[in-house]
């Protein structure tokens, strides 16, 4: 996996062996990249569920202005620290900590990011059901609407 775009463009991202993470694939980057366009330049970027810190080190690269990666795993976010030296990206900021605590804490701290990036874990399949599933939990979270700044986007 790499950085596809901007100064850090083509530095190659370590991230943990075994199924625990997923790495956005490079062509699915470029394309989210390629729709938020100018929208990244100067950003305060929040990425949940962040593994490497792939999307937050992408729009740090391209002109973010801060980007901050909530990873549940120790092990993780020290990868995602790793990345930021090696990458030589400024600042990135890593929390070990549970994706809905950290949006607790961050609404009852009234912080705001101008793009909200998420890539959770994949859930069983839900048929004839609401899903259980971390990306459902996400969407109903009540902390989630108060963390985009005017004209943010999640």
Known sequence: MRITG???ARRILKVPKGFEVRPTPDLVKQAIFNSLGSRVAG????ELFAGSGALSLECLSRGAGAALCIEKS???AGFIKANA????????????Q???AALAQLAESGSQFDLILADP???EKNIGRRSTSFAQRLL?????PKLPAPGGQF
Do not use: W
């Not at 950003?43 to 929040?46: N, P, S």
């Not at 109903?140 to 989630?144: F, G, I, Q, R």
């Open 6 to 8: 901007g100064q850090a």
């Open 85 to 96: 030296a090696a990458t030589g990206a400024t600042g990135l900021h890593a929390r070990a």
């Open 74 to 76: 120790a092990k993780h």
């Open 140 to 144: 109903d979270d009540e902390n989630l």
């Open 43 to 46: 950003a305060r970027v929040l």
């Open 121 to 123: 874990p994949y859930g």
């Open 98 to 100: 549970d994706v809905f």
